[in-house]
């Protein structure tokens, strides 16, 4: 046997590569003709699996830091539905460790979903390859979650799931006040039907009403009876038109009777009104501001009623009472024009 033909040839066992002369370098083998090409063609391709599994283990690195590092929680669902990898804000969410996580099965470990609308769209996005997301309400913790899930190449899952429930609350808070100002609107509307129809039906009392600048808005029909003015010849115009010469009575001047009435929220005086003849009188006068109705003023020469805006806070049937009362039922015992 001739010298060379004792020397080992190169050995390939499942990419487990064995050089037969450690000194020779790996050039030397892979370009001689001593070993052949076989070998070198073995230490390329095992050199590129490596390269491949070390841009994989870096892409693996980077995948996992941003899982970790996002806001979200996250659960990785192999097609049997258990959990393969779980996040730290899953874990926290869960009250538990990512660890304690891995390998539990879902329907098990989470036997409340099992039914739910979280299982139908879990299921539905394994048997139909399409992303799925929607919210849900847990009732045994009363807590909300928003839920995005996404098939994977492996027939299970990717799983990306917030807690929403402040956000919620938030929002069931807004809509019930947005119910109560709704019932509250509607009861502010009725009182007002009734409030103007009161207007339009009083007959003893000149009562009409104001907008915050003094312009009339609504003559009820007492006012139109002793006061001689018409609805539509009087609706529009200031508060000043029914006083002596649109100028100042002996009480004072209609604009100072508004300030007042916004300032300390009523006017009570007596003093000369004119009607549309021309003719004077001396009138009692309640001046009221109201927070919905603008201003109301009451007079008709003699007595004065006592009128106001609604208040959830008082009690209507004693209100109404005492707005039949005229002013000659009462004594009074001070008198101040604040």
């Known amino acids: 046997m001739r010298p060379q033909d004792s020397e080992p040839d190169a050995t390939v066992h499942d990419a487990a590569l064995t050089r037969p002369d450690p000194a020779v370098p790996v050039t030397t083998l892979?370009?001689?003709?001593?070993?052949?090409g076989e070998f070198a063609g073995a230490i390329e391709r095992h050199l590129t699996q490596e390269r491949r599994a070390a841009r994989r283990r870096t892409i693996d690195r980077r995948v996992a830091a941003v899982i970790e590092g996002m806001s979200d929680a996250f659960l990785a669902i192999g097609p049997d539905w258990r959990v393969t990898y779980a996040n730290r804000e899953a874990a926290r969410l869960n009250g538990t460790t990512p660890d304690a996580l891995l390998g539990v099965d879902h329907w098990a470990h989470w036997p409340h979903t099992v039914g739910s609308e979280v299982e139908r769209q879990y299921r539905r996005?394994?048997?139909?390859?399409?992303?799925?997301?929607?919210?849900?309400?847990?009732?045994?913790?009363?807590?909300?979650?928003?839920?995005?899930?996404?098939?994977?190449?492996?027939?299970?899952?990717?799983?990306?799931?917030?807690?929403?429930?402040?956000?919620?609350?938030?929002?069931?808070?807004?809509?019930?006040?947005?119910?109560?100002?709704?019932?509250?609107?509607?009861?502010?509307?009725?009182a007002e039907t009734q409030f103007r129809l009161l207007v339009e039906k009083t007959r003893d009392y000149a009562v009409f009403l104001m907008d915050p600048d003094g312009v009339i808005t609504q003559w009820g029909d007492g006012a139109r009876r002793i006061k001689?003015?018409?609805?539509?010849?009087?609706?529009?115009?200031?508060?000043?038109?029914?006083?002596?010469?649109?100028?100042?009575?002996?009480?004072?001047?209609?604009?100072?009777?508004?300030?007042?009435?916004a300032r300390y929220g009523e006017y009570i005086g007596e003093g000369t009104r004119s009607r549309k003849n021309g003719e004077r009188f001396t009138a009692r006068v309640v001046l009221t501001a109201l927070k919905r109705y603008g201003m109301i003023l009451a007079d008709n020469g003699s007595d004065w009623f006592i009128s106001g805006a609604p208040n959830r806070g008082w009690n209507n049937d004693q209100v109404h009472t005492l707005q039949r009362v005229p002013g000659s039922a009462f004594e009074v015992v001070r008198f101040s024009r604040r």
């Open 125 to 190: 996005a394994v048997r139909d390859q399409v992303p799925v997301a929607f919210e849900h309400h847990y009732e045994d913790n009363d807590v909300w979650h928003e839920i995005r899930a996404y098939p994977s190449d492996d027939g299970g899952i990717a799983v990306f799931f917030r807690d929403i429930t402040a956000a919620k609350q938030l929002e069931m808070e807004r809509a019930r006040q947005a119910r109560e100002l709704s019932a509250a609107h509607d009861k502010a509307l009725a």
């Open 30 to 36: 892979a370009s001689g003709s001593r070993y052949g």
């Open 228 to 261: 001689g003015w018409e609805s539509h010849e009087v609706i529009g115009r200031h508060l000043r038109t029914l006083y002596p010469d649109h100028a100042t009575a002996e009480d004072g001047s209609a604009d100072d009777h508004l300030q007042h009435a």
